[in-house]
């Protein structure tokens, strides 16, 4: 836990771009300290932690989900969740739409881009979401609110390659803007950078940083069970 990297962090970040502290694996006293402090955002990729969280921790937290979420999962995050970064197929925003009608909230979501060239990571190619975009039925789904696109750069010490994903991401929420959300002043968000790269996302034009690492510390997932 490195409360000064996370103040130097905080008052480094231009106007117009929020950090999102990413305390999954982490203890709650670790939150609390950093809500001490001021921080309200935070990130994390299991559901059924991040409910605990919830449930021990202020009730002003603002609590972004980051992680592939599974279906039978969503129940856990929908009565409270801020944000839900990880939207990658029209089924499963049918089911975040159904836990909203549940609950009664909108709950507010980012289509999740695959841009890094490494195999494992989550999201949607455009060719996939432009086809879900043409051919879904948005109107019938009026408990989601998509607000802008979320992705990870690879992970590589390759600056330019970052910088190339990163500007891949920041191109495709023009299009979809352009195309398939203007006028909505609320398509806004673009979740990118992360410890090791994020001052590039933020020149290629990112809105939300999610930064774990460089402010609690290394992760152990050895001790993490889900
Ligand atoms: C863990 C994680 C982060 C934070 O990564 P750090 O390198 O620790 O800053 C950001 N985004 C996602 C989706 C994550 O899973």
Redesign the pocket.
Known sequence: MNIEEYKKIKSGLPAGVSLIA?S?TKPEEDIQMLYDVGQRIF?E?KAQEMKLKHEHLPQDIQWHF??HLQSNKIKYIAPYVALI??IDSYDLLKEVNKQGVKCGRVLNCLLQFHVAQEETKFGFSLEECEDMLKNADFDNLQNINIVGVMG?ASNTDNRVQVREEFRKLHDYFVLLKDNYFSGRQDFKELSMG???DYPIAIEEGSTLV?????IFGE?NYAKVND
Request: proline fraction near 0%; charge should be positive; charged fraction near 15%.
């Open positions: 990413v999954k990130g990729n980051i992680g970064h990880s990870m992360m410890s090791g999610r930064i774990g690492s460089a992760r």
